[in-house]
């Protein structure tokens, strides 16, 4: 089992739609969390931490389920501009999930 | 504040010759990441640095790359000899503290070998 997982999609979605990933991790010690987003040939940008309680940022939620070991993130009201791959980091494993990519159709 | 700045952008070479790269982080982190990502993977982290010492290297192909961060600030991550399989982006991260904060990165430098 790799030590973090994510589905690589791709996920098709119309605009609107509501959207949703996880992310799965190995190591149960892990401390910290964190959604980045990346757009093609650039580089990696912070999204969201993800804390214990689960947080929201608009349109995003992040959630963290300790005892299942994954994180999730959820996208409402998709826009065009969220066509994006979505990578979530373990923080103290300083491991990336490989990515899901997100399209968003109009 | 100014960004995480990497150089150059893009760089071709040929197999067996050897490249280097650099890394400016941010102003006051501490902690420097370099990453190499290949394409439809997530980023690999090579190595990293609190202030001048790298705590973490183990991912690092060490016959044939090297990094540097001699005052605690900018760095370099070299390649020699270069090999086919070593095209890929290197990202180069900083975060103020620990693994445990989020990381900002550079642009990337895209490595093409022929």
């Known amino acids: 089992r790799k030590e973090v997982e994510q589905d690589p999609g791709p996920f098709n979605v119309p605009e609107g739609a509501t959207v949703a990933f996880n992310c799965t991790y190995s190591n149960s010690a892990s401390q910290s969390f964190f959604w980045y987003r990346q757009d093609c040939r650039k580089e990696p940008k912070l999204l969201m931490s993800v804390y214990s309680s689960g947080n929201e940022d608009g349109r995003f939620t992040a959630q963290l389920n300790r005892a299942s070991q994954y994180i999730s993130l959820l996208i409402r009201d998709s826009k065009l501009s969220d066509s994006a791959t979505y990578l979530c980091?373990?923080?103290?494993?300083?491991?990336f999930g490989g990515g899901t990519r997100l399209m968003v159709k109009p | 504040e100014a960004g995480v700045v990497q150089s150059p952008r893009y760089k071709i070479i040929e197999k067996k010759q050897p490249v280097a790269f650099w890394c400016n982080p941010i102003?006051?982190?501490?902690?420097l990441y370099w990453y190499r990502q290949n394409l439809g993977q997530g980023p690999e982290l090579l190595i990293r640095?609190?202030?001048?010492?790298?705590?973490?290297d183990s991912q690092l192909p060490k016959d044939r790359f090297s990094a540097e961060r001699l005052k605690g600030v900018d760095s370099t991550l070299k390649i020699q000899p270069a090999e086919l399989g070593d095209s890929a982006v290197y990202l180069c991260?900083?975060?103020?503290?620990?693994?445990?904060?989020?990381?900002?990165f550079g642009d990337g430098t895209r490595l093409s070998i022929l």
């Open positions: 640095y609190e202030n001048e010492e790298a705590v973490d």
């Open positions: 991260a900083s975060s103020p503290g620990d693994s445990n904060q989020p990381q900002h």
């Open positions: 980091v373990v923080g103290n494993m300083l491991t």
């Open positions: 102003s006051g982190h501490n902690t």
